[in-house]
């Protein structure tokens, strides 16, 4: 049974940028391929529930972000490498979370309580200074 992987994560200063990745280890989640889920990126301040950041389809033609990272993140993704990414751009100390991505049970799933515990990646950090 594969599970979910990300990187990417660090100490930035405001302004900067970092990509994140999510690789399906195993090359499937829950016992389905990678490319039959639609992905997103999820964080968690500390003391904070985990919102929603960004969703991707299947085919990567319909990404939805969450208004307070529009215009600056952009999600992505390889099927033929079992990842996904999240670039982020113009970073922000409001930004700072940990970052997950997870593969979402319907193409429309933005809520994390909707989501399998074993569809969910580890975290990856992400410190933005000001």
């Known amino acids: 049974q594969g599970q979910l992987v990300e990187s990417g994560g660090g100490l930035v200063q405001a302004g900067g940028s970092l990509r994140l990745s999510c690789t399906a280890s195993g090359r499937t989640i829950r016992g389905r391929t990678f490319s039959s889920y639609a992905m997103a990126w999820f964080r968690q301040a500390p003391g904070k529930e985990r919102d929603f950041v960004a969703r991707?389809?299947?085919?990567?033609?319909?990404?939805v972000y969450a208004d307070s990272v529009s215009g600056r993140f952009t999600i992505s993704r390889d099927n033929a490498k079992y990842t996904t990414y999240l670039q982020m751009n113009n970073l922000r100390p409001e930004d700072t979370a940990v970052y997950y991505c997870a593969a979402l049970p319907t193409s429309t799933t933005m809520a994390p309580a909707q989501i399998p515990l074993d569809a969910w990646g580890q975290g990856t950090l992400v410190t933005v200074s000001s």
């Open positions: 991707i389809s299947r085919t990567a033609d319909r990404p």
